[in-house]
């Protein structure tokens, strides 16, 4: 079994900044895509960004030029840097990752973390 673990979320003022961390662990061969989504109440989930297996990433426009996704492929560790937080980026952030259990697997598997709350409030 694989599992996401998200953690780095809390309450913070408008303007601050947080950093998420998510750490994949359990039956892994290889993690491929890994990225972070979010789901405001009333609204569906979206991506805010995502990274390759070789850096490659992308960004929501919304959040373009405030958070920087990053990923420690030795520790399979994907972060997430938010900066100059507005209150509508509150929202509950998920953990997603394309994983391979074993070489065998004929393809990568999605997986999501339970979700880390972000609130961006004064």
């Known amino acids: 079994q694989v599992q996401l673990v998200e953690s780095g979320g809390g309450l913070v003022q408008p303007g601050g900044s947080l950093r998420l961390s998510c750490a994949a662990s359990?039956?892994?061969?290889?993690?491929?895509?890994m990225g972070w989504y979010r789901q405001a109440p009333g609204k569906q989930r979206e991506l805010v960004a995502g990274i390759t297996h070789g850096g490659v990433t992308n960004y929501a426009d919304s959040v373009k030029g405030r958070f920087t996704i990053s990923r420690d492929n030795a520790k399979n560790t994907v972060y997430l840097q938010m900066n100059s937080l507005k209150p509508e980026d509150t929202a509950v952030y998920y953990c997603n990752a394309e994983i391979k259990s074993s070489f065998q697997s004929p393809y990568p598997v999605n997986y999501w973390g339970k979700g880390t709350q972000v609130t961006v409030s004064s």
């Open positions: 359990g039956s892994i061969f290889s993690i491929y895509t």
